[in-house]
């Protein structure tokens, strides 16, 4: 779906300015690093895909508690990206498959590691019952922000990688030719929400948070 690009208010500046950096870490994590240079270590990676894979498994159903208060301008949005994000469940397990996961990890849930619970808890807590904006900050326009840029930076060592071929690269490849589209169609929404009386520091304050968690339950999902 095509969104109409309105000029940026100036705390739109200000927000990227804020969140760079939050985002270059989680670029210098080791297995975006590692998977950049086509060096991931065996059996820390099928860990990561396991360990950090209820966040994908979940992210459509933060997306449906956004559609469900969402203001009426939002709904399209909401309700192609839930259906966009059911697909990327099956993409992820697919990448497990050209890592040699054993599909039942995937099937059979294993305990979220603290810092996979934290985030999962944070963007459960956010979507639910934060401030609109807030809550579409942290989700839409820091977590799918970065995930392009993730997946741009991992296509550069895996692209090559002959064992995970092209299924396993599904996920990475979606998410690289993204466009960045639904960042900038968050991002509408959210300014929508500021000119509506929520903060440009309220909504730079979550997706700070969202990146930071996120920063650390990749770190512990693959270092750990």
Same mark, same amino acid.
């Given at each position: 779906?095509?969104?109409?690009?309105?000029?940026?208010?100036?705390?739109?500046?200000?927000?990227?300015?804020?969140?760079?950096?939050?985002?270059?870490?989680?670029?210098?994590?080791?297995?975006?690093?590692?998977?950049?240079?086509?060096?991931?270590?065996?059996?820390?990676?099928?860990?990561?895909?396991?360990? =950090?894979?209820?966040?994908?498994?979940?992210?459509?159903?933060?997306?449906?508690?956004? /559609?469900?208060?969402?203001?009426?301008?939002?709904?399209? =949005?909401?309700?192609?990206?839930?259906?966009?994000?059911?697909?990327?469940?099956?993409?992820?397990?697919?990448?497990?498959?050209?890592?040699?996961?054993? !599909?039942?990890?995937?099937?059979?849930?294993?305990?979220?590691?603290?810092?996979?619970?934290?985030?999962?808890?944070?963007?459960?807590?956010? &979507?639910?019952?934060?401030?609109?904006?807030?809550?579409?900050?942290?989700?839409?326009?820091?977590?799918?922000?970065?995930?392009?840029?993730?997946?741009?930076?991992?296509?550069?060592?895996?692209?090559?990688?002959?064992?995970?071929?092209?299924?396993?690269?599904?996920?990475?490849?979606?998410?690289? !030719?993204?466009?960045?589209?639904?960042?900038?169609?968050?991002?509408?929404?959210?300014?929508? &929400?500021?000119?509506?009386?929520?903060?440009?520091?309220?909504?730079?304050?979550?997706?700070?948070?969202? /990146?930071?968690?996120?920063?650390?339950?990749?770190?512990? &999902?693959?270092?750990?």
């Amino acid at each position: 779906m095509s969104v109409q690009v309105t000029p940026h208010p100036a705390w739109v500046a200000d927000l990227d300015a804020t969140l760079d950096p939050s985002r270059e870490a989680i670029l210098d994590t080791n297995v975006i690093v590692h998977a950049s240079e086509n060096q991931l270590v065996d059996g820390k990676i099928q860990d990561f895909l396991v360990a =950090f894979y209820p966040i994908i498994r979940d992210f459509p159903n933060w997306l449906q508690l956004l /559609l469900d208060r969402s203001p009426e301008d939002g709904k399209a =949005f909401f309700r192609d990206n839930i259906r966009v994000e059911k697909r990327h469940d099956a993409m992820w397990r697919a990448m497990g498959d050209g890592f040699s996961v054993p !599909k039942e990890r995937f099937q059979i849930p294993e305990p979220m590691l603290p810092e996979v619970r934290d985030f999962h808890g944070y963007l459960t807590e956010m &979507c639910r019952g934060a401030a609109f904006g807030a809550a579409v900050s942290a989700t839409n326009y820091a977590v799918e922000g970065v995930a392009q840029k993730i997946s741009e930076k991992a296509l550069r060592g895996l692209a090559k990688n002959e064992k995970i071929g092209p299924r396993g690269r599904w996920w990475l490849e979606e998410h690289a !030719k993204y466009d960045d589209e639904h960042p900038i169609q968050a991002l509408e929404i959210i300014k929508s &929400c500021v000119t509506r009386g929520e903060t440009p520091t309220s909504v730079t304050d979550s997706a700070r948070k969202s /990146l930071a968690l996120m920063k650390d339950a990749m770190v512990a &999902c693959y270092d750990s």
